[in-house]
């Protein structure tokens, strides 16, 4: 069939040529996929880079000997871990500090994580006249700079007997805490499955039943995200502690900005400035993946 015979003849050139093409298209998506991946591995590089840097000159700093201080190297010619005895030398107050925050941290996140989730279950659960005016207020609580309070709260606390207590440190820390607590539990409440409690409650659970034994299991990534950022935004809290903590209650952050005044040099400062960091890295480390969770637990829906 001489008709057959050319149409074939005609057809193999075509089906190569097409072959061809999408062979070539499939190797330029997969240069492309690779130059995508390496320029996200340098852009996270970088980032890691920035992030870290300054971690490790503490920490390289914070073993240098004393005269070497302001050395440039890497590396110090002659570690030494003098800086972290004098550092927790009783006089300096870096133990009671430690103690002190760790206290004043875990109060107040348990404060804040009770008030925050009945409020924002309440936000994202009813709708009551008033509703964007409470989400204003709280939004609004959270833009007043913390230095315009100093005053109000030393006069305040002074007049109530409270100056140099914890619940003086705790009460504004709680304050400045609750709006990112409410606001962002709130969004995370919002998208919840809100059949899940219908069901739950007739089948015989109170409504707080239901929130504590069917909502908030499901939102456990996002309220321990909340709550882990509470304590680490109360442990480096420092402006309030600068003002109101004294010696029976002072602060880390407060302790660690003394010591440039009480010790003769810069080394011992950087070791202070490492064992109060310390808790707040073995926390982030032990607890990452919750936080990485509870992050992106409200960016997808369905």
């Known amino acids: 069939m001489p ?21 070539g298209r499939s190797r330029a998506r997969r240069r ?22 300054p971690v490790y000159w503490l920490v390289v700093a914070s073993i240098r000997q004393p005269a070497s201080y302001y050395a440039t190297t890497l590396w110090p010619t002659s570690p030494t871990l003098a800086n972290y005895r004098e550092a927790f030398r009783p006089g300096n107050l870096l133990v009671p500090g430690l103690v002190h925050s760790l206290g004043i941290a875990a109060a ?24 964007g005016v409470v989400v204003g207020a709280v939004l609004a ?3 007043l700079p913390q230095v315009t309070l100093l005053t109000p709260l030393f006069a305040f606390f002074s007049t109530i007997g409270w100056a140099s207590t914890f619940q003086a ?13 409410v606001v962002t539990l709130s969004i995370f409440f919002s998208d919840a499955p809100w059949e899940l409690e219908d069901a739950a409650r ?20 996002a309220v321990v995200t909340v709550a882990l950022l509470t304590f680490i935004a109360t442990w480096n809290e420092y402006i309030v502690a600068a003002v109101l903590a004294v010696q029976p209650t002072i602060t880390v952050t407060v302790v660690v900005a003394n010591f440039s005044g009480q010790l003769a040099g810069g080394a ?11 808790p707040l ?13 509870g992050l992106t637990a409200g960016s997808l829906k369905g």
Not at 108 to 125: D, N, Q
Not at 169 to 181: H, Q
């Open 3 to 23: 008709g057959v015979a050319a149409m074939s003849a005609t057809a193999g050139p075509v089906v190569a040529g097409a072959e061809r093409a999408v062979l």
């Open 32 to 53: 492309r996929g690779r130059a995508r991946d390496v320029r996200t591995a340098l852009q996270a590089a970088v980032i890691a880079l920035w992030c870290l840097l």
């Open 108 to 131: 107040t996140t348990g404060i804040v994580m009770l008030l925050a989730v009945s409020g924002a279950y309440a936000i994202a659960r009813f709708r009551f006249r008033g509703r």
């Open 141 to 143: 609580a959270s833009m």
């Open 169 to 181: 440190l705790i009460v504004p820390d709680v304050a400045l805490a609750m709006p990112f607590a």
């Open 202 to 221: 007739v089948d015989g659970c109170t409504r707080a039943q239901a929130v504590r034994r069917v909502l908030l299991p499901l939102l456990g990534p």
């Open 268 to 278: 011992a400062t950087m070791a202070a400035g490492v064992v109060a960091s310390a």
């Open 281 to 293: 890295v073995l926390l982030v480390l032990v607890f990452q993946r919750r936080i990485t969770a």
